[in-house]
């Protein structure tokens, strides 16, 4: 899985499988998005493999 940001840089994670969170981090942006790509299909034989939940935390910067 990949993430993007609204500055041109990106980042690569990859996961395993796990019932405990998984937590990236990375140095400070000034970004006004991010977006996740290149997600993989487990090879479990699950039918409901999903992605639960994802938090992304941040502060607003006011410009003047």
């Given at each position: 899985m990949s993430f993007s940001f609204?500055?041109?840089?990106?980042?690569?994670?990859?996961?395993e499988k796990s019932?405990?969170?998984h937590e990236i981090t990375f140095e400070e942006k000034q970004i006004t998005w991010l977006e996740m790509h290149d997600m993989k299909k487990s090879d479990d034989?699950?039918?409901?493999?999903?992605?639960?939940?994802?938090?992304?935390?941040g502060r607003e910067i006011m410009e003047a």
């Amino acid at each position: 899985m990949s993430f993007s940001f609204s500055d041109g840089s990106s980042i690569e994670m990859k996961m395993e499988k796990s019932a405990r969170p998984h937590e990236i981090t990375f140095e400070e942006k000034q970004i006004t998005w991010l977006e996740m790509h290149d997600m993989k299909k487990s090879d479990d034989p699950s039918p409901f493999p999903a992605l639960s939940q994802i938090e992304v935390y941040g502060r607003e910067i006011m410009e003047a």
